[in-house]
Each structure stands twice: as structure tokens, then as C-alpha cells.
């Protein structure tokens, strides 16, 4: 019997067949933690000659911005280099066929743009006369509606003053420049002719000449940090995880070694198969006809993983497909041992038209019953807080309903060991966020009341903190770094909300104001001139020791907690260098920085047993809590169209799991301009984006599912207590 990982089933199968597959039996299994140090030292050459230029066109294509008006992350290029290697592995591409998805990214994209213009430099022209005139009719007293189309006026101005290119979220701005009355009729004039002149953006020659360029360096870069990897692992004698796989997937095409596992294996039993990758369903279906009998497990609807290599269309077709095959009807769990009545009620009459849509019967995905009592509540199952005013009151307002249900003296109870009932306290709630971003200020919400928290502690690199020490490391790694400066420029400011970073920009001399910004520039600048004579972690704690970057992250509050991370940030960079060391290559700024983006390691752990709970909903996967509060129902789905993402031609087919599948980049070049661009109406309306408005809408549907079904006795919304609570339309289907 083989019990285990699908990664330590596959390396059993790898081992003991080594020889057929014409390797070496011995191989050093590269662990968990130290992937991203492997890939920074073997893809770092590859990743950084192609650094100028992607950098330049990322400049451009305003990545220097958050996504959709701060909704998402500013796009970066190296996330997307790792994040087309991963799929492309996952999917059974070879490093040399993504030049295909390359030529299919591109020639898709450009069909979302209009018929090009003839004359790129007449456009350009046109928008330079047409933003002189619009400066000249400024008036001198300007209203508060026209301060922004003020500032970006004058900051275009002087861009063109200077020769230098107009970037395309800039002219996504400038098409809707806006003013009031008492701005005066030639002012308005003059923006009615500036707008009609940007709005031509989606037609320049330019766009369509930057963002294919975009696309095929960055796949011409990840196919060549691919190889690099490749060889790296090879001449080494390592594997990784899914190099055991694909290892396995290989084997169990060999005759010799499937007909010696048919004789050696009776019984095959795969748990979480809705989780499964291309290429691990691939190994699943290669070894069922070698055995006697194949049990597949999973649940449909907690297929949330789609961000993590997982194909839920192609697992429940998968799921369909052996169901139908097999001469044994499918066993449904579906009594809950979990929730009260009053919840899986409430799953049942909610889901019903979402299952439908995903092609799910919801007579068979229902619960039937539970075995829970009711004996001893006081409250019913389910319970609704209305939160007031906005974002920062919400939260306020959710911390101190929480308080209040966990008070001496409430009427919330929970079931306690002995089948009974106690009253509720803190350790027994937990509250489900839709990002990062909101479980911090859940966190500190509650915080404020004084109540203990436990924070999911997933994402080192993304915490505030250590953002400002990588920030300010790129720097001192690349002067050039423009948006390493911008982020400190964020960072160091003592209003947060300031856009100082992007006002530096719009300066004659943008470099020089935007370093001005930065207080800690010379300090940077000094430490670089001993970079050859210090390693990377020194250089890690050169910056946190000066003065106003410790100053600002004390200003932060939660002092203790936030030097744990900076002390595991520091070990991090020690354990880069032994790997370094190890491997027989130099240590470098560049390389450490591609290691953080790779291996997005941890935060040390924080949980305690009397504190509430605070985590994203896919971080609570698999848990469950006496009270679980749901929040963020207003956020509508948005679908995964502008990141890479695995496509697959045609119907799919469970059993050729690794047919037909392609990878599509399709770069978002006006960083936070997200509505009235054209690509926003063309890409959702396109067949592709038709498509991935539906796996969104599904896939928020599971998520919402897995939310509700986290709760045992108390079950919590929490919707703002105005505006469309557009999370729950996709309960429509």
C-alpha cells in the first residue's frame, strides 16, 4: 500500500522505476521551503535581460498603479513570469511550445482593440495641441470638481515639455477630464476637444505595438527561465514536486512499469479531488485501468483553488465521467455532521439555482438532514449585522457586535465538549474576509476594543512592513527601480491616501522629485556604494536599522509582531545565501528578490486559542468554528482576465486532461483606469471573457459555500447596510 501526498505517491513511483525511465535512483528532492531559492538562482540570469525592457513597457502600461481603481495589487511582471512557469508545468507545456500561447495570447488580445489608426505620430500630436490648449484655458479660480483634471493636465504638460511618452493610463485620464460651470465655457470647450482627442487610445498603433511586445517578452522570458530551471535541477541532480509527477505521469506510460503497478497495487483512493491540477489528473486517470477498483472523493462545490493550479471544470467533468462509467452508483455524503438545521437550511434554499448553473443536480448536493440538536440555544442558527456607514465605520461596527456577543451575559452560546451548550467567547468566532487588505482592518478594528485576535499568517512579502524593507532593497539593488521609489514615496508619507508619489512624476524632472520624496534616498544611495561588501541580509538589516524606516514602522502600531516578520524576512535571506552557498553561485540583491516573489514564505504562526479568528475564506478551507461571521458580501466577482490564466480548446475531455491546453496573458495597460477604456466592455464581451465571467461567478459561488459551511451553531452576514450586495447575486446562476 502506498499512503501519502500525491507528490510521495508519485516519488515511490519515480524511485522504483528510475531505471526504466533512465535516470538515476538517487535524486535530492528539492523540500517545500526551498524552491524559491532554487528557481531565483537558476532563472535570475534569464529574468534580468529581460528586465530593461519590461520594466520600461511596464512603466507605460501604468504598473506603476494598483489594478481597478486599488481593488487589485499593481500588475508585476516577475509575478507573472512565475506565474506562466507555474501553469505551464501544472498543464504539461514545455518550456519551448509557450512561443504558441505567446502567438495566441497576442493574436486574442488584439482582437479586443479596434481597427489601428494610420497615423500613431498625428494622434500623438493631436493629444500634445490638445492638452496646450486645455492648459491655456485653465481659468484662475478652478473648482474642486476640476482639481484633478487640473493636476493631470499640468503634469501631462510637462511630460510632453519634456519628450517623454504619455503613459496609457494617462490618456484613459485624459479622455474623461471633467470641470463644473464656474470653470467657464472655453474651459469646458477645451476639455470636450481634449476628451474626444485621448479617447482615441484604444486605436493607437502604439498600444497595440507595447502590449504585444509585453506579452511575448514576458513569455519569451519565462520559457527561458523554465530551461534555465530545468538545466539547473538536472546538472544537480534535484526534482521538485511537480517534477515528480510529471515523472510519474511518464512511467505509467511505460508498458513494463504499468503492468508491474497493476500487479503490485488492487485499490486506488484519491481524497480533495476537486484540487487536483491537469497533470495530477492525468496521473489519476493513467492508473485507474491498472487497478482493480478506483475510488475518487471530492465535493464540487469547494472547488475554490483555481488560483492554485486546479481546474474545477476539468475535475467535475471528471467526476461525471467516471460516475457514468462505473458500474457503482456514486456514494453522496450528504448528511451533515457539522452545522445545525437552521444553517444547512439555509445552504439548501440559497444554492439551489447556483448549483444549477455549474451543471450540479441540486437534489443530490443537498443536505439531507443533520445529526446536530437544538436543545439549549437561545438564538436561532443564522443572524444578520447591517453595518453602517463607511468602510471604516463597517468595521468599527463589526468589531463591537462581535464584543457584545461574546460579553458576560449575552445570549450566544455554543456547543461545548459534552454535547451540551456554553456561552460564547472570543476563541469561538471567527470572521471571513475577502482580502488581505480587509482582514487587517478587521484585525485592527477589534483590536481597538481590546479584543484578542488571531490573524491568518499566510504572506510574509505582503505585509505593510516588510513591502517597505523590499521596496527600499530594489531600490538598492536598481537605482532605476521607478516603481521601488514610488512605493517608498507611498510608504514613507505621513498622509496615506497621498498621491505625492504620482504628482513627482508629473514634474520636469520626475526622477529627482520623486527621490525628493523619499527621505531615506541618501541613506540608500550611501548603503550602495558598500554593496559589493555586504550579503543580502546584511543589506536587509542596513535598511531596517535606519532610523525613519524603523520611526515609520513603530507608527504602525503592533510593534512586537511586526519585528517577527522582519526577523523572519532576515532569516530568509540567511537561508538564500546557504542555498547560494551551497550550489556553488553568488548570492545577489536581484536574486533575493525573485526568491521572496517565488517562494512567498510565511509569516511565523500567531494563533491562540482565545482569540477571534480573522482569515481570508480560502484560508479557512477545511476549518470550522462555533460562530462564523461572513463579510465582504457587497464585492462583486471579478473573473481572471487580465493574468495569466490555462485555457483548453474545444469540450473538455477528462481522460486527455493534458489536450489542447494553452496559456493566455492578456496585460491590463491602464493600471487603476478600469471603466469607459473599451478593453473593459471587448474583453468581458469576447467568447473568452464571456467564459471567464462564468467561472468567476462560479467559483465565487463555491466560496461563498465553503464561507457558510465553515459555522457549527452560529452563522453570521454581515452586509454593508447600503449599496447592491453583489457578492450574493451569484447565488442567482
Not at 89 to 111: K, P, Y
Amino acid at each position: 500500500a502506498r499512503f501519502g501526498t500525491v507528490n510521495a505517491v508519485c516519488s515511490q513511483i519515480v524511485a522504483e522505476h528510475a531505471i526504466a525511465l533512465g535516470r538515476s535512483p538517487r535524486v535530492e528532492v528539492i523540500p517545500e521551503g526551498s524552491h524559491g531559492h532554487v528557481f531565483a538562482i537558476a532563472a535570475d540570469a534569464a529574468i534580468e535581460r529581460h528586465a530593461p525592457v519590461l520594466n520600461d513597457l511596464s512603466e507605460a502600461l501604468g504598473h506603476l498603479e494598483q489594478k481597478f481603481g486599488g481593488e487589485a495589487a499593481a500588475s508585476d511582471w516577475r509575478k507573472s513570469v512565475r506565474r506562466i512557469i507555474e501553469l505551464a508545468r501544472s498543464n504539461g507545456i514545455a518550456a519551448a511550445d509557450l512561443t504558441a500561447s505567446a502567438d495566441r495570447s497576442v493574436a486574442t488580445f488584439l482582437e479586443l482593440l479596434p481597427e489601428p489608426a494610420e497615423d500613431a505620430e498625428r494622434l500623438d500630436a493631436d493629444l500634445a495641441d490638445a492638452v496646450a490648449a486645455a492648459v491655456a484655458a485653465i481659468p484662475n479660480e478652478v473648482s474642486k470638481t476640476a482639481d484633478k483634471t487640473v493636476s493631470q493636465l499640468r503634469q501631462t504638460a510637462s511630460a510632453l515639455r519634456r519628450k517623454d511618452r504619455v503613459g496609457w493610463p494617462d490618456w484613459a485620464r485624459l479622455s474623461k477630464c471633467g470641470c463644473a460651470n464656474k470653470d467657464g465655457q472655453v474651459f469646458a470647450d477645451a476639455l470636450d476637444d481634449l476628451n474626444r482627442v485621448a479617447s482615441r487610445h484604444p486605436a493607437h498603433p502604439r498600444l497595440r505595438d507595447d502590449c504585444t511586445t509585453f506579452i511575448r517578452t514576458v513569455f519569451v522570458c519565462a520559457a527561458e527561465a523554465l530551461a534555465a530551471y530545468q538545466s539547473h535541477k538536472a546538472e544537480r541532480g534535484l526534482v521538485d514536486f511537480i517534477d515528480q509527477e510529471a515523472l510519474a505521469l511518464e512511467a505509467l506510460g511505460l508498458p513494463e512499469v504499468s503492468e508491474r503497478i497493476g500487479e503490485r497495487i488492487g485499490r486506488l483512493f484519491v481524497d480533495e479531488f476537486q484540487d487536483s491540477s491537469p497533470l495530477q489528473l492525468a496521473i489519476f486517470a493513467a492508473l485507474a485501468p491498472l487497478v482493480d477498483e478506483s475510488t475518487w472523493v471530492g465535493d464540487p462545490k469547494q472547488a475554490i483553488y483555481g488560483f492554485r493550479n486546479a481546474d474545477s471544470a476539468l475535475t467535475q467533468a471528471a467526476m461525471t465521467g467516471v460516475a457514468a462509467q462505473s458500474s457503482v452508483a456514486p456514494d453522496l455524503l450528504s448528511r451533515s455532521y457539522r452545522s445545525r438545521s437552521g444553517i444547512i437550511e439555509l445552504v439548501n434554499a440559497s444554492f439551489e439555482p447556483a448549483l444549477i448553473a455549474m451543471g450540479l443536480d441540486p437534489a443530490e448536493h443537498a443536505f439531507s438532514g443533520t445529526i446536530r440538536s437544538e436543545q439549549g440555544f437561545a438564538r436561532n442558527a443564522i443572524d444578520v449585522w447591517w453595518l453602517e456607514g463607511k468602510q471604516e465605520l463597517q468595521f468599527a461596527a463589526l468589531a463591537e457586535a462581535i464584543r457584545t456577543a461574546v460579553s458576560p451575559g449575552s445570549n450566544w452560546f455554543v456547543e461545548d465538549r459534552d454535547g451540551g451548550v456554553k456561552p460564547m467567547r472570543a476563541g469561538d468566532v471567527a470572521v471571513l474576509c475577502r482580502s488581505r487588505a480587509d482582514v487587517a482592518k478587521s484585525a485592527a478594528a477589534l483590536s481597538a476594543l481590546g479584543l484578542k485576535v488571531a490573524v491568518e499568517r499566510e504572506g510574509l512579502a505582503r505585509t505593510q512592513h516588510v513591502e517597505l524593507v523590499i521596496a527600499a532593497y530594489r531600490y538598492l539593488a536598481d537605482s532605476s527601480d521607478t516603481l521601488a521609489l514610488a512605493e517608498l514615496s507611498r510608504f514613507l508619507s505621513d498622509d496615506p491616501q497621498s498621491d505625492a508619489w504620482l504628482r513627482a512624476l508629473g514634474e520636469d524632472e520626475p526622477w529627482q522629485a520623486l527621490a525628493a520624496s523619499v527621505p531615506i534616498v541618501p541613506d540608500l544611495d550611501a548603503l550602495r556604494e558598500r554593496i559589493m561588501s555586504l550579503t543580502p541580509a546584511d543589506l536587509i538589516d542596513a535598511i531596517v536599522l535606519l532610523p525613519e524606516v524603523t520611526r515609520r514602522i513603530e507608527s504602525w502600531g503592533d510593534v512586537i509582531a511586526r519585528l517577527d516578520d522582519l526577523e523572519a524576512l532576515r532569516g530568509f535571506a540567511r537561508d538564500y545565501e546557504a542555498t547560494c552557498s551551497g550550489a556553488g553561485v553568488p548570492a545577489t540583491p536581484s536574486g533575493l528578490v525573485l526568491a521572496v516573489a517565488t517562494e512567498d514564505p510565511s509569516r511565523p504562526r500567531s494563533l491562540r486559542d482565545d482569540a477571534v479568528s480573522i482569515m481570508t475564506y480560502h484560508g479557512a478551507k477545511g476549518l470550522e468554528w462555533p460562530c462564523v461571521v461572513l463579510t465582504g458580501l457587497a464585492r462583486a466577482p471579478r473573473a481572471r482576465l487580465w493574468e495569466p490564466v490555462a485555457e483548453a480548446d474545444g469540450e473538455i475531455d477528462w481522460r486527455e486532461p493534458l489536450s489542447g491546453r494553452w496559456i493566455r496573458f492578456w496585460p491590463w495597460p491602464y493600471g487603476s483606469q478600469e471603466k469607459d477604456v473599451h478593453l473593459d466592455a471587448s474583453g468581458s464581451a469576447s467568447p473568452l471573457g464571456v467564459q471567464a465571467g462564468v467561472n468567476a461567478r462560479d467559483e465565487e459561488a463555491r466560496l461563498l459555500y465553503v464561507g457558510m459551511t465553515r459555522a457549527r451553531d452560529q452563522l453570521v452576514l454581515a452586509p454593508p447596510a447600503k449599496g447592491s450586495l453583489s457578492w450574493m447575486s451569484v447565488l442567482d446562476g
